[in-house]
């Protein structure tokens, strides 16, 4: 379980506002809805100098 007092310090990473213990580690709905909306869309990647094969490429 998360201790509600070191939540009460932390920021939220999309906003900056204190973070909401019902959204941990996000301030509201919102902010975790954008965070799952940059997932779904690929908004996040992990860099790699591996060059992909020919059936991992997107067409």
Do not use: Q
């Amino acid at each position: 379980m998360i201790d509600k007092t070191k939540i009460k310090k932390l920021k939220c990473p999309n906003c900056g506002k204190p973070v909401d213990e019902k959204y941990h580690p996000f301030c509201s709905k919102r902010c975790a809805d954008v965070d799952l909306g940059k997932w779904l869309s690929d908004g996040y990647v992990i860099e790699t100098e591996e060059i992909p094969s020919s059936d991992e490429t997107y067409h």
